[in-house]
């Protein structure tokens, strides 16, 4: 079993940052990559973020420029730092690791965007 536990979410006001962390635990024997999605209300889940183990990133185009995944091997941890965030950005962001042809996924941490 693999388990992943995302924290960092929470209210946050348009024009501020955020750090989400997503903690990877279990048996884990290969991780080809991690990363982050996320689902705003009334819309379908989107990836926001990737990262490979080699270190390859990819970024949504609404989030490139504003937003930095990195990751941790050696805690098995996925970061994702958002600045200069938007009330679009309002969503629930989940975590995912990728290893050896199969996705696990987080229970997902709400970020809410708002004054």
């Known amino acids: 079993q693999v388990l992943l536990v995302e924290s960092g979410g929470g209210l946050v006001q348009p024009g501020g940052p955020r750090r989400l962390s997503c903690v990877a635990s279990?048996?884990?024997?290969?991780?080809?990559?991690m990363g982050w999605h996320r689902q705003a209300p009334g819309k379908e889940r989107e990836l926001v973020a990737r990262i490979s183990s080699g270190g390859i990133t990819n970024y949504a185009d609404s989030v490139k420029g504003r937003s930095t995944i990195s990751r941790d091997n050696a805690k098995s941890t996925v970061y994702l730092q958002m600045n200069t965030l938007k009330p679009e950005d309002t969503a629930v962001y989940y975590c995912?690791?990728?290893?050896?042809?199969?996705?696990?996924w987080g229970q997902g941490t709400q970020v809410t965007v708002s004054s």
């Open positions: 279990g048996s884990i024997r290969s991780i080809n990559g």
């Open positions: 995912y690791l990728f290893s050896l042809g199969q996705f696990y």
